[in-house]
């Protein structure tokens, strides 16, 4: 506890005196009393694993009426965390927060609380902030709080501001409510404000808690025994998986179904508007479909049009727009207008293929979807830029509707980016609601094939071509990432990547084929050298013939989850591995993987064999795999599945040497798939 005003009976008065001065001092920066039993704890009872726990934590959302048009936003934060263990001296030490150029940070403040009480305040010359990097096009700040004085058992608190920047306005305001590290109390009070449309609402997730209206304008909420969120791998997206808050704007205050039928009327209006038939857009039309007999045929044409001749500005070809082209950007273009122009954003590019279908006859509609690397639709959040904020073109197939997206340039036709798969959609139109979802893709819409002329020597190198090539998402990853690279720099991130995958590899002649073509798939080849692939013990070597997973490791090592699990896209993977072996050496009981099936989610499709003539073993391996976004219940059987991948992943084959005249007379046996 901080030292009293009230005298001890036994107590000095110099005593006294020194602890009138910490106590006026504290006071002075409106430190609160920390509790006895928190200045003794030596773990966190929610989780007495737990290297820390955040004893309380404070966010105030609160606004400053000014001069200008808009109101303030400032967000004050007060946080105090107990360190239990040395593996959290790290971060409570080194204290950094995030935000964006539009806010500053200020009135910072921090100290460490001695389990005697005692403590000691932060100097200025130990906050610093500075701007990091950018993040889709916004700078970012940041502020570090150094605090080297923390050890085990001690406290830290702060309390810092965030001041958005005057006549500036974000739609949504959003608050996780799960750290790295339990939380025991957290209060968060939040005045919302209205800068357009007709007001506001709130949404929550995994709180079990509703939102409550203050004082001042405020609405409250506190939770306690909050559990940290832990980094685990494959984890889905923030917003699915953590609790957290949030207020935003609407354009309307309906609710449920009767919003979204609005929302779906106001977009028809809107696609008919911007979608409208002119010349333009009816001569291209037309001049596209020439020949063309069914409407497959002509949706092709203009799908493949808008990819190639229109220029995306979400991609490296955006390089070819002048400064002024830039700045005339704008995502309310009518169609014939980004006919005109030959570029735009990619919701411009579904618009014009929207109208391009709709000069033909085609019921086509520029529909709105959820992205699942961010949020996964529930209609929980009533707001389209915010529920729904990707633009997709919806095509009636008799009874049903398809999704096509050529604003994504690498994405072939019939298919979607892994974002858009299987995802809630608003179809628009004049009567009904029409929320569905988007098309599921299968596995073999997603390739990534692998193919290596290898071999091994009697030293247990392994060289030889290796080939390489994705369609799909697979390569739709693969050329996002190397769309605005030099061929240098391509060259240079494939071979981090290759590295990472064999540690002690070495690469030459690296080709990159295709990169940034949006019709053709993805090839890259290689000359690969892995010295000591094989181990040599005596006149024996062991090696593991899928080369592509020998230094690969168990993707779910822990033995328990407590997060979602969430794999991003369905694919197949297919491997075709010829290694020749060294002359004198012959299989040694030799054996091969064996296949598997776990239903709705991985089948796994080994087969090994030798070429005798050419002295050859001959692998092959197909792994369809299905997954999506399951429960922590679900983890023993996805942990399981994957683990039997990894150990048959992982099958090896022993060769020995042999003495010349027994090779003469014997021939190696030959492992059946």
């Given at each position: 506890m901080l030292p009293s005003a009230t005298p001890h009976p036994y107590r000095f008065p110099l005593s006294l005196l020194l602890a009138l001065l910490l106590s006026a001092f504290a006071h002075g920066n409106n430190w609160d009393e920390i509790h006895p039993d928190d200045l003794a704890a030596t773990e966190c009872e929610l989780d007495p694993s737990a290297p820390a726990e955040v004893l309380y934590k404070e966010i105030i959302y609160d606004l400053a009426e000014g001069g200008s048009y808009l109101p303030?936003?400032?967000?004050?934060?007060?946080?105090?965390?107990?360190?239990?263990?040395?593996?959290?001296?790290?971060?409570?030490?080194?204290?950094?927060?995030?935000?964006?150029?539009?806010?500053?940070?200020?009135?910072?403040?921090?100290?460490?609380?001695?389990?005697?009480?005692?403590?000691?305040?932060?100097?200025?010359?130990?906050?610093?902030?500075?701007?990091?990097?950018?993040?889709?096009?916004?700078?970012?700040?940041?502020?570090?709080?150094?605090?080297?004085?923390?050890?085990?058992?001690?406290?830290?608190?702060?309390?810092?501001?965030?001041?958005?920047?005057?006549?500036?306005?974000?739609?949504?305001?959003?608050?996780?409510?799960?750290?790295?590290?339990?939380?025991?109390?957290?209060?968060?009070?939040?005045?919302?404000?209205?800068?357009?449309?007709?007001?506001?609402?709130?949404?929550?997730n995994r709180t079990g808690v509703g939102m409550e209206k203050g004082k001042g304008g405020f609405y409250e909420i506190t939770l306690k025994n909050q559990e940290a969120y832990p980094e685990e791998p494959y984890q889905a997206p923030d917003s699915d998986a953590r609790s957290w808050f949030t207020f935003y704007n609407v354009t309307s205050l309906r609710n449920g179904d009767d919003f979204w039928k609005a929302e779906g009327k106001r977009l028809y209006r809107e696609m008919l508007s911007n979608t409208k038939e002119d010349k333009t857009v009816s001569d291209k039309a037309k001049e596209l479909a020439a020949g063309k007999k069914t409407q497959e045929e002509k949706l092709k044409a203009f799908y493949d049009f808008c990819r190639s001749q229109l220029i995306n500005s979400y991609h490296g070809e955006a390089d070819r727009l002048t400064s002024d082209q830039r700045d005339d950007l704008n995502e309310k273009w009518s169609a014939s207008k980004t006919l005109s122009n030959g570029f735009g954003y990619p919701l411009n590019i579904n618009t014009v293929f929207c109208a391009l279908a709709r000069a033909e006859g085609i019921d086509a509609r520029l529909a709105f979807c959820a992205d699942r690397s961010r949020y996964n639709f529930t209609g929980v959040m009533e707001q389209v830029d915010i529920a729904l904020p990707h633009s997709l073109v919806a095509i009636k197939d008799g009874d049903n509707w398809t999704f096509h997206n050529p604003g994504a340039?690498?994405?072939?036709?019939?298919?979607?980016?892994?974002?858009?798969?299987?995802?809630?959609?608003?179809?628009?139109?004049?009567?009904?609601?029409?929320?569905?979802?988007?098309?599921?893709?299968?596995?073999?819409?997603?390739?990534?094939?692998?193919?290596?002329?290898?071999?091994?020597?009697?030293?247990?190198?392994?060289?030889?071509?290796?080939?390489?090539?994705?369609?799909?998402?697979?390569?739709?990853?693969?050329?996002?990432?190397?769309?605005?690279?030099?061929?240098?720099?391509?060259?240079?991130?494939?071979?981090?990547?290759?590295?990472?995958?064999?540690?002690?590899?070495?690469?030459e002649d690296i080709v990159i084929e295709n990169a940034d073509d949006p019709f053709k798939q993805l090839k890259i080849t290689c000359q690969i050298s892995l010295p000591n692939y094989a181990e040599v013990v005596g006149d024996r070597l062991f090696f593991q013939p899928n080369v592509e997973q020998r230094y690969a490791e168990p993707e779910f090592p822990s033995p328990e989850r407590k997060t979602l699990i969430f794999f991003d896209f369905k694919y197949r993977e297919q491997s075709e591995i010829e290694i020749k072996l060294p002359d004198g050496y012959a299989l040694e009981a030799p054996s091969a993987p064996r296949p598997f099936e776990v239903q709705h989610f991985m089948s796994y499709s080994p087969k090994l064999s030798f070429n005798k003539t050419q002295n050859k073993i001959v692998y092959h391996r197909t792994l369809d795999f299905s997954g999506d976004t399951y429960p922590p219940q679900a983890y023993p059987i996805i942990k399981k599945s994957f683990d039997d991948l990894f150990a048959q992943d992982h099958h090896s084959l022993t060769l020995k040497k042999i003495e010349e005249s027994a090779a003469l007379e014997e021939e190696p046996p030959s492992p059946q798939s």
């Open positions: 303030q936003r400032i967000i004050k934060y007060h946080i105090r965390t107990k360190i239990y263990d040395q593996s959290a001296l790290d971060q409570a030490r080194r204290t950094k927060f995030w935000y964006y150029n539009y806010y500053k940070a200020a009135s910072i403040h921090a100290r460490v609380i001695k389990p005697d009480s005692s403590f000691i305040e932060v100097e200025d010359e130990d906050i610093v902030t500075q701007t990091e990097s950018r993040k889709n096009g916004e700078t970012l700040r940041s502020t570090t709080i150094s605090i080297p004085q923390v050890e085990v058992g001690d406290i830290v608190e702060y309390k810092y501001r965030k001041v958005m920047d005057e006549n500036y306005y974000i739609p949504k305001d959003e608050i996780s409510f799960q750290e790295a590290w339990p939380i025991r109390h957290l209060h968060l009070k939040m005045k919302p404000y209205v800068y357009r449309g007709e007001g506001f609402k709130w949404a929550s340039r690498y994405i072939p036709f019939g298919q979607l980016d892994w974002i858009h798969d299987n995802v809630g959609v608003l179809v628009p139109d004049k009567k009904e609601l029409i929320l569905i979802k988007t098309q599921a893709a299968k596995p073999e819409d997603n390739k990534a094939k692998a193919h290596a002329d290898l071999e091994l020597s009697e030293k247990g190198h392994l060289s030889g071509t290796l080939t390489l090539t994705a369609e799909g998402n697979h390569g739709l990853t693969f050329k996002q990432i190397m769309d605005e690279r030099s061929e240098s720099e391509r060259k240079e991130v494939l071979e981090k990547a290759l590295s990472e995958m064999w540690p002690n590899g070495e690469f």
